[in-house]
């Protein structure tokens, strides 16, 4: 039996050194692109390029970026919050199958939505048409408005990205509101009062969050604001880059967008002030929903049908019709070399997330000190960095890299080597591993924290060290994080087309990639047949996120 002593020991007196320094080289992986751009913004000569672009693009860029920020974060605030409450507070024909399908929009890349409507709304579209021959309209008789413009894009990112904001505020109204609704209504308050007054403010830090991701994912974007021709920082970018061969320029414009996440970032902290929203009680109480009938059960259910329908069924439906109709002619063997490439990305991505975030998840928990708390903070910025950023900055290094690798190999040996990193998958797999590595780090971080340290205890005292405890202990216990983490990362790259666009190799396309070329040429409905793969994919996340809340629900019920 062991000595009293030894519980008082280090939990792994001789931890091997490798757990953190693979913690610590993940986190320079991450902040590498990040560093690449600020440096190359300050190299020489780049002054006149900043001069040019805050003359010519930049205040078209700027203006046109805060309006996409005001628009979706009112519309996501707004869609979310006020479905979050209506199946929360109150009891209507088919609340129960809302609360789970609401957040299906998810599954909808923004730029696949933006396919499909604008199909649905141009000139020669069904509707379009319909009108004109339901009213014997000319082209000049009427007017409707233009999908394909700044409007429309903030439509599309609201209808997608409303979801982030439901979850949280579902979870905020029924875990911190339960009770002090009934106090407020002890106290006279009516139901809307209550909800302004009380489950609101309650709500907020939950409500910005959603908010936050909401907007870091509009700023990320590409694909949408490039085919509806909205000029943001992300596509000038991508001009800068490839049209006009301006390192410097979509160097700095990255900055410039990098300096948008971070304000989003810092005005979710600061709307939080010095505010505290504790649980002052461990008593939960389900507070009993306002049954709803007649005129007011129509309108909750249609308040809710409405972004289900418009985010998910509606465009869902549309693709799958215009797959079976016409779809892409190169379905066959084209499709599947498509495919596979993207499995291969994704794949590649997953599993290597997976092993880092293992890596990196351990080492916090054997080691404690502040190189391991910055090195999971820096990590965690990766998600925040838009692909695009992150590809401008892997590829200024990476390009150098092959540079000098190439001179090198010419002086030694007299060999014409070419570029060997630059527009190979190991570089794309690279960009988007640092833009998703934080989604699998924080997957298995909570899993990890249901784990007791009472199992490394008797792990130690069986004479098993940290690689053997990680192995035998936690690796079974840790199944289900990590095949979820997998599974994350996987569906994101699937979905990501900016950095992909950017850095892919020669003659390596994607689902995303052929969507967004078929779509941009204006051959919509061959576009479909990948766009519909990526939503489908992207349903499987979805549907375990749905079974989450349900779940949730019925133990919160009881």
């Known amino acids: 039996m ?43 000569g780049t002054a006149d390029t900043w001069s040019h672009l805050a003359a010519t693009v930049l205040p078209d860029y700027v203006l046109t970026t805060l309006l996409l920020c005001a628009g979706v974060g009112t519309g996501v605030a707004a869609l979310g919050v006020g479905a979050a409450w209506l199946v929360t507070r109150h009891d209507f024909p088919g609340r129960a199958q809302f609360e789970w399908a609401l957040v299906l929009p998810l599954a909808m890349p923004a730029y696949v939505m933006a396919y499909t409507y604008t199909d649905l709304l141009q000139f020669v579209g069904p ?32 209808l997608v990205l409303y979801p982030y904001v439901y979850m949280l505020a579902r979870t905020a109204f029924l875990e911190r509101a339960g009770g002090l609704v009934e106090v407020a209504r002890s106290m006279g308050l009516t139901p809307w009062q209550g909800f302004v007054r009380v489950s609101l403010p309650l709500a907020r830090p939950a409500i910005a969050g959603g908010m936050a991701l909401a907007l870091m994912e509009t700023l990320a974007d590409y694909g ?27 160097a700095q414009l990255a900055l410039a967008l990098l300096a948008f996440v971070v304000a989003v970032l810092v005005l979710e902290r600061l709307s939080r002030g010095r505010s505290r929203f504790h649980e002052t009680t461990l008593r939960r109480t389900g507070t009993p929903r306002q049954p709803l009938h007649g005129a007011r059960a129509v309108l909750a259910w249609l308040a809710c049908a409405l972004p289900l329908g418009l985010g998910f069924l509606l ?40 092993a880092l975030a293992l890596l990196i998840a351990y080492a916090a928990r054997s080691h404690r000190g502040p190189a391991m708390r910055w090195s999971h903070r820096i990590v965690g910025l990766g998600y925040a960095l838009p692909g695009s950023v992150i590809a401008v900055g892997v ?10 690798i190439a001179s090198a190999l010419r002086g030694a040996f007299g060999i014409e080597a070419g570029l060997l990193l630059t527009g190979t998958i190991a570089a794309l797999v690279y960009a988007c591993l640092v833009r998703y590595l934080t989604a699998a780090v924080q997957t298995i971080d909570a899993g990890l924290s249901k784990i007791t340290p009472h199992m490394d205890d008797a792990a130690r ?8 405890t990680l192995r035998r202990v936690h690796l079974p216990l ?25 850095m892919r190799p020669f003659n390596f396309d994607t689902l995303a990639t052929q969507a967004f070329t078929l779509a941009s040429d204006e051959r919509l409905a061959e576009a479909s047949t990948a766009a519909l793969a990526i939503v489908a994919v992207g349903l499987l996340p979805m549907m375990i996120l749905c079974r989450q809340i349900a779940r949730g629900q019925s133990v919160s019920a009881h």
């Not at 320094?21 to 600020?38: F, Q």
């Not at 604001?225 to 301006?246: M, N």
């Open 2 to 44: 062991p000595s009293p002593s030894v519980a008082l020991q280090p939990r792994f007196p001789f931890t091997l050194p490798w757990l953190k320094l693979c913690a610590l080289l993940a986190a320079a992986l991450v902040a590498a692109p990040l560093v690449s751009v600020g440096l190359n913004v300050f190299a020489a």
């Open 127 to 158: 509707v379009q048409t319909a009108l004109r021959e339901a009213f014997g309209w000319r082209r000049a008789d009427y007017w409707f408005p233009d999908v394909r413009s700044t409007g429309g894009a903030v439509l599309m990112f609201s």
């Open 224 to 250: 949408t604001v490039s085919y509806f021709a909205v000029q943001t920082f992300t596509t000038g970018i991508y001009r800068a880059w490839f049209s006009l061969g301006d390192r410097a320029a979509a």
């Open 315 to 354: 465009p869902a439906g549309l693709l799958l019709r215009m797959a079976l109709r016409e779809g892409d002619a190169q379905f066959g063997t084209r499709f599947a070399t498509l495919a596979g490439n993207s499995v291969l990305l994704s794949g590649s991505t997953a599993l290597l997330a997976v």
């Open 395 to 404: 590829l200024i290094p990476v390009t150098r890299l092959d540079h000098l």
């Open 461 to 468: 005292s069986l004479g098993h060290g940290p690689a053997a």
């Open 478 to 502: 840790l199944r289900g994080s990590v095949l979820t983490a997998a599974l994350l990362v996987f569906i994101d790259v699937m979905k990501e087309l900016p950095a992909t666009l950017v």
